[in-house]
Structures are given as C-alpha cells and as structure tokens.
C-alpha cells in the first residue's frame, strides 16, 4: 500500500476523527457534569463504562474482521462511533434544556458511550489489519507509525477544536453533534471508496489464542515491565480525569463561570497532548535513549509534574504540570513497551503487543473514578496518590533486576526507539491502540 494513496488517507481520517472526537467529548464532559448538578466521580463512571467495554470487546473484532473482512469492520465501527456521540450530545441537550430528568438523561449518556466501549475499537483494529494486509514488512513500521500518528493528531485537534462548536442553540453537546456530523462524512467515504479487494489474511494475533503468550503477563521477563506501565499508565488516567474539574474550580475561585471554562480545558489538553508529540517525535530520536532509560525519565517526569500542581495551584500551574507529567508518559510509554518487547522471542511479540494493549482499557477502569473521589475528598488528595504510585514506579527501576539491567544485549540490536515510534499521545481506550 502506497501511504500516499487514497485508501491509506482514507484510513488515516479513521483514526483522526474517532480520537479527535472522544477527546472533545472528554475535554467538555466535567462543564456538562457541573450543569447536571452530579457529582464529579459519577461523571467519571462514564468513561469507565467505555473503557471496560472496550476491552472486553476488542478480541471480538479482532476475530471478526479476518472472517467478515476489514471493510466491513470499519464501518461497524465507524456505525458505532456515530451513534455514540449522537446519542451523547441528544442526552446532553435533553437534560441541559429540562426535557427530561437529570438522571435518566444521564442514563442515556452512560448508554451512549457504552455504545462506543462495543463498537468503538472495530474500527482502528481493522484499519490497522487492513493496512498490514496490503504492506510489505519493509513497509509495515512505517505504515503503522503513520496510522497511530493520526491519533496524536486527533488528540490536539479535538479539544482544540471542541470551544468552536459550542454555539448558541447546541451548547456543550455541540461538540458531539460536530464531531457525529464529520464521522458520518467519513463512514460514508469508508463506504463508497474504501477497496474491499479480497487480500489472504493472516488471522490477528490479538484475536486468537496462542499457546506461546498463555501466562504471558507472569512471566519474569514482561511482568516488571507490565506492573509499571500499570503504575504510569494508572496515574495518567487520574491526571485526565481529575483536569477538568480542577480547571472550572481553580478559574471558579478567580470568578470565572463554569460556562465560559471549556476554552480553558482544553488548552490545557492542548498543551498536554503537544508535549508528548514534543517528547516522542522530537526528544526521543535526538536523544536516542534506550527502553531503560526512557523508563526512568518518564516516570520521574510525571512524578515532577503532580509535584507541581500540589506546589503550585492555579490554572498556570495546572496546564504545566499536566503539560510535564504529559512529557513524562511521553518518555516512558515507549520505554516499557519497547522493553517488553525487546525482552522475548519472534513467536511471542503478538501475544506481548497484547498485554501492553490491554493496559490502555485497564488504567481507565478504576484509576479515574478513584481519582475523582480522592479530588472530591481533597483537592491535593489525587495529585498526592500519584506522586506515590509514580515514586513506585520509579523506585521499581532500580530495585527491579530486569528494569534496571534492561533487554538482553543481542548483536546488531538497537534498543532505542526508532524515529518513526508513533505518538502516545493522549491514553485511554480511545486511542493509543
């Protein structure tokens, strides 16, 4: 496949739109929770749901798109995505106008992106089976880097972009009829000029079980690198989920309303979202660091980050701690994947990409509403429980043999990250596949 080519660019929208889309919807979702008059770790129980649902989910598409074909996989989730955020934006409005009762339009929210936790992740993990289909394994890295590269890019056009739509007769669900409105331009793209040439498939690893990987997440060469990603992983979560509402509160101190805060979130994720593609697109390749070390500053960022926003309070002193601890991921998720990877055999690279996939649903399972209820309790409280788990992290580093040694040395092998690792940008089961 030629990354010039239509199709190519046509799979590249794919992706862009359903990140740009979920990370609007998550940059106005606390300014909608405050309207409602619901408390925040409810508010936060609805990105759970997706999360959970994702990665129940993800195997079955897997498997169906060798058998259905990926065409038809991307448009049920391309379906699914608009769907999703029309339901969310009509539960939105019907609640913000007084149609319907707070609560059973809340229920609808919750519906809605249980909606998308289904069919959501069909469709990124048929355009990534689509594209290694049609390349060479000369071809593939590159290909791959510029699909997932979308996803960074979606993650800053989103929530910049979300501000924009939140007009007169729509308010905050506009943003999810907008971004509804272009999934729909781009399933029906999808649908009309998207080859569906029959290719050989080669059945997804992520949706077959290997005997190779069974018990993998135990095994002594991957299982330190896992428990770090969770602890890093875990603790980015709690940062995006506790964002908003730390913003509309801060600015609320200084006698700003909710209802003019959501250009405020969303700079802030801006701001975080440009740092990660600043450390993985420009730092890492300058830098040529290895998995290790990748790992150790990545962990000790994020960790000066939450110190930051205990240390200095204010909407300043939120957007560059999130900014940093956004850097900080930025280092160490190429660090554990890579490490994981580079620590076990050719026949177990698919189950391994497995588990280091399945910690993007976890982290958004528990960490964010326990996050949210620690902010609710303390407004340091969350910021602290991160700095802690990240000291762990870090702590785990050096006390653990296999993080503090590395990947085994093989000849001719460079550890470091190429310069076409693509972007992690903003986690969470929406992106970051």
Same mark, same amino acid.
């Given at each position: 496949?030629?990354?010039?080519?239509?199709?190519?660019?046509?799979?590249?929208?794919?992706?862009?739109?359903?990140?740009?889309?979920? !990370?609007?919807?998550?940059?106005?979702?606390?300014?909608?929770?405050?309207?409602?008059?619901? &408390?925040?770790?409810?508010?936060?129980?609805?990105?759970?749901?997706?999360?959970?649902?994702?990665?129940?989910?993800?195997?079955?598409? +897997?498997?169906?798109?060798?058998?259905?074909?990926?065409?038809?996989?991307?448009?049920?989730?391309?379906?699914?995505?608009?769907?999703?955020?029309?339901?969310?934006?009509?539960?939105?409005?019907?609640?913000?106008?007084?149609?319907?009762?707070?609560?059973?339009?809340?229920?609808?929210?919750?519906?809605?992106?249980?909606?998308?936790? $289904?069919?959501?992740?069909?469709?990124?993990?048929?355009?990534?089976?689509?594209?290694?289909?049609?390349?060479?394994?000369?071809? &593939?890295?590159?290909?791959?880097?510029?699909? *997932?590269?979308?996803?960074?890019?979606?993650?800053?056009?989103?929530?910049?972009?979300?501000?924009?739509?939140?007009?007169?007769?729509?308010?905050? =669900?506009?943003?999810?009829? *907008?971004?509804?409105?272009?999934? =729909?331009?781009?399933?029906?793209?999808?649908?009309?000029?998207?080859?569906?040439?029959?290719?050989?498939?080669?059945? /997804?690893?992520?949706?077959?079980?290997?005997?190779?990987?069974?018990?993998?997440?135990?095994?002594?060469? $991957?299982?330190?690198?896992?428990?770090?990603?969770?602890?890093?992983?875990? =603790?980015?979560?709690?940062?995006?989920?506790?964002?908003?509402?730390?913003?509309?509160?801060?600015?609320?101190?200084?006698?700003? *309303?909710?209802?003019?805060?959501?250009?405020?979130? #969303?700079?802030?994720?801006?701001?975080?979202?440009?740092?990660?593609?600043?450390?993985?697109?420009?730092?890492?390749?300058?830098?040529?660091?290895?998995?290790?070390?990748?790992?150790?500053?990545?962990?000790?960022?994020?960790?000066?980050?939450?110190?930051?926003?205990?240390?200095?309070?204010?909407?300043?002193?939120?957007?560059? %701690?999130?900014?940093? $601890?956004?850097?900080?991921?930025?280092?160490? &998720?190429?660090?554990?994947?890579? %490490? #994981?990877?580079?620590?076990?055999? +050719?026949?177990?690279?698919? +189950?391994?990409? %497995?588990?280091? !996939?399945?910690?993007?649903?976890?982290?958004?399972?528990?960490?964010?509403?326990?996050?949210?209820?620690?902010?609710?309790?303390?407004?340091?409280?969350?910021?602290?429980?991160?700095?802690?788990?990240?000291?762990?992290?870090?702590?785990?580093?050096?006390?653990?043999?296999?993080?503090?040694?590395?990947?085994?040395?093989?000849?001719?092998?460079?550890?470091?990250?190429?310069?076409?690792?693509?972007?992690? /940008?903003?986690?969470?089961?929406?992106?970051?596949?």
């Amino acid at each position: 496949m030629n990354l010039r080519s239509p199709a190519f660019a046509i799979l590249f929208a794919v992706s862009l739109i359903a990140a740009a889309g979920n !990370m609007a919807l998550q940059s106005v979702l606390p300014n909608i929770g405050r309207e409602f008059g619901l &408390r925040d770790t409810l508010v936060s129980a609805a990105f759970a749901i997706s999360a959970l649902m994702w990665t129940l989910t993800s195997p079955y598409w +897997a498997r169906l798109s060798d058998t259905l074909g990926r065409k038809r996989v991307i448009l049920i989730g391309l379906t699914g995505f608009v769907l999703s955020m029309t339901g969310f934006g009509l539960a939105t409005t019907s609640g913000l106008e007084g149609w319907l009762p707070i609560l059973v339009a809340f229920t609808f929210m919750a519906v809605a992106r249980t909606i998308y936790g $289904v069919f959501g992740s069909a469709a990124p993990i048929a355009s990534q089976a689509y594209v290694a289909d049609r390349t060479s394994p000369e071809q &593939r890295t590159q290909a791959m880097s510029m699909l *997932a590269s979308a996803q960074g890019l979606g993650t800053v056009i989103g929530p910049t972009l979300a501000p924009v739509f939140i007009l007169p007769l729509v308010g905050l =669900a506009g943003p999810m009829y *907008a971004y509804a409105l272009c999934g =729909a331009v781009v399933l029906f793209v999808v649908w009309r000029w998207l080859p569906s040439g029959e290719v050989v498939r080669t059945p /997804s690893s992520s949706g077959r079980q290997d005997a190779a990987g069974k018990g993998l997440w135990k095994d002594p060469r $991957v299982r330190d690198y896992l428990l770090y990603g969770l602890l890093v992983t875990g =603790a980015q979560a709690v940062n995006i989920s506790v964002l908003g509402f730390h913003v509309i509160d801060e600015l609320g101190a200084s006698g700003t *309303a909710a209802r003019d805060t959501p250009g405020f979130i #969303s700079l802030a994720m801006m701001a975080g979202a440009i740092a990660t593609l600043l450390a993985q697109w420009g730092l890492i390749p300058m830098l040529k660091l290895q998995p290790r070390d990748l790992m150790r500053w990545g962990a000790g960022l994020a960790l000066a980050g939450n110190v930051l926003t205990i240390a200095a309070p204010g909407y300043y002193g939120i957007v560059v %701690g999130y900014a940093v $601890v956004s850097m900080g991921v930025g280092f160490a &998720r190429p660090g554990f994947t890579a %490490g #994981s990877s580079l620590s076990v055999g +050719a026949h177990e690279q698919g +189950a391994v990409a %497995g588990l280091m !996939m399945s910690l993007a649903g976890l982290s958004f399972l528990g960490p964010p509403v326990v996050g949210v209820a620690l902010y609710e309790l303390a407004e340091p409280a969350p910021f602290i429980a991160n700095a802690v788990l990240l000291a762990a992290a870090v702590a785990l580093c050096f006390i653990s043999a296999r993080l503090r040694q590395g990947p085994p040395d093989l000849p001719d092998r460079d550890e470091s990250p190429s310069p076409e690792t693509p972007p992690a /940008s903003q986690p969470g089961p929406e992106g970051n596949r």
